[in-house]
């Protein structure tokens, strides 16, 4: 078999702006893909999957900075000494975000854009244009914006344009977590029938890898180890063992002594959107939940269910159109909540840590509140220091800009745990960190029985960590009881 | 080892995005924020904050190109289609001209922070760096505020133009003072941002 | 909230191939400004307020004069001052409040004004974003300019989310309170804008990547897939809007 990309003695290090150095994430890295046959990398968060694969496509470091050397070679090209833009016909990235990728105002756009760049004539732009166009059902947002298409829609694009491509090596980075199990599959066919050399970067295994990948791999400490199946998924390690990263939490979740109280109940709600073009109206409708003090609940569903929706409801950043959300007032009974109380009594975590950093230093992001709320200077640098002890956030000088994913997370959730919020929704905060780290940052919370809002995709995060469970389908949100055992 | 830090924001792609990215903020901030005053065009923007960002941040260069088609783009999506041809030449010159009068102070500045680090001469330089940037400010405040009167003047008289100038220099004024720190508080919250100007 | 200007239609200014269009808006603004009787302005004006009827339909033809009412009532109450030629038509006391030259001066300034934003709502309302640019790019706007406006009108939407996301963050933070206003709204803007650039600024090494391994770069020439109709109805058209052109210029002096 023809090795169709080799990778010798690559070493990577980002470049540094805080005072320390930034240690290399990669060391000597060497790996081997053979052409035509489907490659999957897997990676914890954090551990330069995404960063791997933006070196094989040529814009790495380019654009990043960051210094690098070892050899990287596509066929017969050494990519670190060629410009990413001649690299088009050889590999093909799909990126993980893509709100990071598309770059053009209308979806036919997008498709075509490449060909051009390829001097491809208009025929041919033509053919391969509307052969993807139906291939991945696109058929219907030609000319949509495609900063308005749903998660899935933008995938799809971004798949179209690859296919029409058509490179020697196809980088799929995390593509198939935003997909639906119909358009994995459909995926996944594709790739094998194209007789392309494809390198799936993962962080999670899916069953379908099972059936089509050929070789294993990992990326771990700083290299990369291609190995058998099972020997991957043993590094990768079984998440889910959380007991084991974190003993103590079932006994807090779990304790039975503790009286509850609904500390958020929410009644006859209803919130509606207009319809877009495609769709219809979506509309929202809770009857009746409770959210209790010192529980974990955990909102699951698919995409556009109605999860994100409710839970701006409940911070008091949307009003409902019907029905109310009461909380406890004086004497525990449970009154009325408008939305500029709500917006002080509900802590939310965002999906993205960067939406709420603006400071220089660490410190100064988490003495802010403090000084709002009119605490001593002193005091409050004393609690800054504790709070990001508590949070692993040790050099309390760094730019939060410029660190991690990781620890941009664990810094907003500093700033929300200081807030000191009765309850707190967590928005998929488990997407892009370790699960051990996450798993950290809920026991924080829940030793100061704060109540808990996980929003997530993942039921069997879902299951494993609350005690109760809403299932949301089409704007509609099902209670299922705790599943928790104590 | 090859390395490579410095040059990234000359790859062509890299000023092509960067100058888009930088119309659309100018083009949301012109937009989305809005503080009714003047009449005529109905409200002051923080088009202006976004455009000497650009100018302190980014450039002259990226300032005349972000500033005048962000501007015109916020014309033409809310239905002041007339204006965009002429915010689009003004807000440009506006840009280029702060952009250009701060431009040798930040590239000597950083010279010197290749060369020596953090010394004293620095931190005497910071009177002089906001002397520059006001000499900016103002400038870039004639040029905004001349032309729309003399533009305006030309398409429905001198009294309305007229009346229309304070409410010009409030805004521009805003959106220097603006723009200044919001420049102080990026770079001072993300540093990379020194690297990027041109 | 970002909508373009922009009215769906198969209406004859719709079919109107958009370079011809673009040079009857030219000629169209010109001659406004050219020394002609008013009267002249004002039947091209009218022209322009009837050809939005069929342009935007109806129910939007007479949006524009929402926008300009402000701009008309300030003509009407500044510009008379400046004129004390002619004969007084109105006193108060021993004030001249208008004189004929000044309520022409006035009527031509209203004219013009409403003539210009009117050519310039006709040739959007008519004309699709794509085709706008197309049309410059015939002109011969350079290739990375046109792809500058693109790539702007695909990150507004972008930017939008982002600044409506930061906002509610810092909302819940505690760092951004609305219902300020004046300069406090704007010092409590500062935190949210702060992120909001942040976060702009830190996807542009990303999005650059993006359009690096699209092949922009490479010296190859470039292909183009959209274009314009070409062609003999281009040809029509040109001839149709040149001799527009010439009539609407000439006519003053005809009639003269």
Request: net charge neutral; charged share 20%; glycine share 8%.
């Amino acid at each position: 078999m023809n090795t169709a990309v080799s990778v010798k003695d690559l070493q990577f290090t980002y470049p540094s702006y805080s005072s320390a150095n930034s240690k290399p994430l990669f060391i000597d890295l060497e790996g081997v893909f053979h052409q035509g046959i489907i490659h999957v990398v897997f990676g914890r968060p954090e551990s330069g999957k995404t960063t791997f694969g933006r070196l094989l496509a040529g814009l790495v470091p380019a654009f990043t900075g960051g210094s690098v050397s070892g050899s990287v070679l596509v066929d017969t090209i050494q990519v670190l000494e060629t410009r990413g833009c001649h690299l088009l016909e050889h590999v093909g990235l799909v990126f993980q975000d893509p709100d990071e990728q598309i770059l053009m105002a209308q979806v036919e756009d997008e498709i075509v854009f490449p060909l051009e760049s390829m001097s491809l004539n208009r025929p041919q732009m033509h053919e391969r244009l509307e052969a993807e166009i139906s291939f991945w059902d696109l058929d219907d947002l030609r000319t949509a914006n495609p900063g308005n298409l749903s998660g899935g829609e933008k995938k799809r694009l971004l798949l179209a344009v690859l296919c029409a491509i058509n490179p020697a090596v196809w980088i799929l980075d995390e593509t198939f977590e935003e997909l639906d199990e119909q358009w994995r599959d459909v995926l996944i066919k594709r790739a094998v029938e194209s007789g392309r050399t494809v390198i799936i970067l993962a962080s999670k295994h899916i069953s379908l890898y099972d059936l089509y990948v050929s070789t294993w791999s990992i990326i771990d400490n700083n290299q990369l180890f291609q190995c058998s199946r099972d020997e991957t998924l043993q590094k990768l390690g079984d998440n889910w063992e959380y007991k084991k990263i974190h003993p103590s939490l079932p006994y807090i979740s779990g304790d039975s002594q503790y009286q509850r109280e609904p500390v958020l109940s929410i009644r006859h709600l209803s919130f509606s959107y207009p319809g877009s073009k495609s769709g219809s109206d979506f509309t929202l409708y809770v009857d009746n939940l409770d959210i209790y003090s010192g529980q974990i609940t955990a909102f699951y569903g698919p995409n556009g269910s109605g999860k994100s929706t409710l839970s701006k409801l409940l911070c008091g950043l949307i009003s409902p159109e019907r029905g109310e959300i009461l909380i406890p007032g004086k004497g525990g009974r449970l009154r009325h909540a408008a939305p500029g109380a709500l917006q002080k009594y509900t802590g939310y975590l965002f999906q993205n840590p960067d939406y709420q950093i603006f400071l220089p230093t660490v410190k100064d992001e988490l003495m802010y509140s403090l000084l709002q709320a009119g605490i001593e200077k002193s005091d409050a640098r004393a609690q800054a220091a504790t709070c990001g002890e508590l949070f692993g956030l040790y050099n309390l000088k760094d730019t939060p800009a410029t660190m991690s994913y990781g620890s941009r997370k664990r810094l907003q959730a500093a700033v929300c745990y200081q807030l000191d919020r009765i309850c707190t929704i967590f928005d998929e905060a488990d997407s892009g960190i370790l699960l051990a780290e996450y798993i950290r940052i809920i026991d924080l919370f829940v030793k100061r029985e704060s109540s808990l809002i996980i929003i997530t995709h993942d039921l069997r995060l879902a299951e494993k960590l609350a005690d109760t469970v809403v299932q949301f389908q089409d704007g509609r949100a099902r209670k299922v009881e705790g599943r928790r055992k104590s | 080892m090859t390395s490579s830090s410095k040059n990234i924001s000359t790859s062509p792609a890299y000023r092509i995005v960067s100058i888009s990215v930088l119309t659309a903020v100018t083009a949301v901030f012109t937009l989305l924020i809005r503080i009714p005053i003047a009449p005529t065009r109905g409200y002051i923007n923080l088009g202006d904050v976004a455009i000497f960002f650009t100018a302190f941040t980014f450039g002259p260069i990226t300032a005349l190109i972000s500033g005048g088609l962000g501007t015109a783009i916020a014309d033409l999506l809310s239905g002041y289609a007339q204006w965009a041809p002429i915010s689009l030449v003004i807000h440009g010159l506006q840009g280029l001209a702060a952009g250009l009068i701060v431009r040798k102070h930040i590239i000597k500045f950083r010279q010197n922070a290749d060369n020596t680090a953090e010394s004293d001469e620095h931190r005497e330089k910071g009177g002089r760096k906001i002397l520059i940037s006001l000499a900016a400010g103002l400038v870039g405040t004639i040029i905004m505020v001349g032309l729309y009167f003399l533009s305006g003047a030309a398409l429905y008289g001198i009294g309305p133009a007229a009346f229309e100038i304070p409410g010009n220099i409030v805004q521009c004024v805003v959106g220097f003072v603006g723009g200044y720190m919001l420049t102080r508080a990026v770079v001072k919250a993300y540093p990379p941002v020194r690297d990027l100007f041109l | 909230m970002i909508e373009s200007s922009y009215h769906e239609g198969d209406s004859f200014v719709h079919a109107f191939d958009p370079r011809a269009k673009l040079l009857l808006l030219i000629t169209g603004i010109t001659t406004l400004f050219l020394p002609f009787g008013v009267e002249f302005s004002a039947a091209y004006t009218g022209v322009f307020i009837l050809l939005a009827i069929p342009a935007a339909g109806f129910r939007h033809a007479f949006s524009p004069f929402k926008l300009l009412l402000p701009l008309i009532i300030l003509i009407i109450l500044l510009t008379p001052p400046f004129f004390r030629e002619g004969e007084v038509l109105i006193t108060y006391r021993n004030w001249i409040l208008l004189t004929e030259a000044g309520l022409m001066r006035t009527i031509v300034l209203i004219v013009r004004f409403t003539g210009i934003t009117y050519a310039f709502f006709l040739f959007f309302a008519s004309t699709p974003l794509n085709q706008v640019v197309l049309t410059l790019r015939w002109y011969g706007l350079p290739l990375n300019a046109a792809l500058i406006v693109s790539m702007s009108f695909r990150f507004i939407p972008y930017i939008t989310t982002t600044y409506h996301h930061v906002s509610d963050a810092h909302k819940l933070r505690g760092s951004y309170q609305t219902g300020m206003w004046g300069w406090s709204h704007i010092r409590g803007l500062l935190p949210v804008l702060t992120s909001v650039l942040i976060k702009s600024v830190k996807t542009i090494p990303v999005m650059a990547m993006s359009l690096e391994s699209r092949g922009f770069g490479s010296n190859s020439k470039r292909t183009s897939y959209q274009r314009l109709r070409g062609g003999r109805i281009l040809f029509t058209h040109f001839i149709f809007s040149v001799m527009i052109s010439l009539i609407i210029i000439a006519l003053p002096y005809v009639v003269a």
